[in-house]
């Protein structure tokens, strides 16, 4: 794994991590969070293969 591949591996658990946080602290409804962790994961697979 490159040093790209291995930040996002890191990254995107934490901004998942971030959402559900803030999810629960009630600054985001569910359809956001959904967006997030959905964008998240989408974002880090396209640049984890294209790596």
Do not use: E, K, N, W
Request: charged share 5%; proline share 2%; hydrophobic share 60%.
């Amino acid at each position: 794994m490159t040093d790209a591949q291995v930040g996002l591996v890191v990254a995107t658990p934490i901004i998942i991590g971030f959402s559900i946080a803030l999810h629960r602290m009630g600054v985001l409804q569910a359809y956001s969070t959904t967006i997030a962790v959905a964008a998240s994961c989408l974002i880090a697979a396209v640049l984890f293969l294209q790596q």
